[in-house]
């Protein structure tokens, strides 16, 4: 049953990858890790997406970013690593963009710490969102 479900969810990201295809607004990144002396394997995704204009102040380009990590390295230490990398790329790919953002649900509490130790400052309007400047 585990690898029936895991080929329809691979299926499933590659009809989704080939939607963001050619999208100049959206890079997505498979991330690979490994243990010492393991071999490197799949252990993520990450989305960005800069089809956002913040709106604080008005019209700012704001990145938007997605990561998924493989529940059995979730905890392990491997997310703010991603997520600082992911935004070094994000402000790379659009040298225009002045924050990356990222929305997350409130009980996703390894998230939020996650985002925060990679820099983040957590908001909480109406949804969580860890937003992240240029120089911060």
């Known amino acids: 049953i585990a690898a029936a479900k895991r080929t329809r969810t691979l299926s499933a990201l590659a009809r989704t990858a080939q939607k963001w295809e050619g999208d100049p607004f959206i890079v997505a990144y498979a991330v690979e890790g490994r243990w010492p ?3 490197w394997i799949h252990i993520g995704n990450v989305k960005l997406d800069s089809h956002i204009q913040w709106e604080e102040p008005p019209g700012e380009l704001c990145v938007v970013m997605g ?3 493989a529940p059995e390295v979730q905890g392990l230490g491997f997310g703010p690593r991603i ?3 992911a935004a070094r790329k994000a402000f790379e790919q659009w040298p225009t963009a002045q924050h990356v953002a990222a929305g997350i649900h409130p009980g996703n509490v390894r998230s939020l710490a996650a985002f925060q130790r990679a820099g983040f400052t957590i908001q909480w309007p ?11």
Do not use: N, S, T
């Open 83 to 85: 997520i600082r990398q």
């Open 126 to 136: 109406e949804r969580v969102w860890a937003k992240r400047a240029r120089h911060g």
């Open 67 to 69: 990561i998924l990590l």
């Open 37 to 39: 002396k393991g071999p």
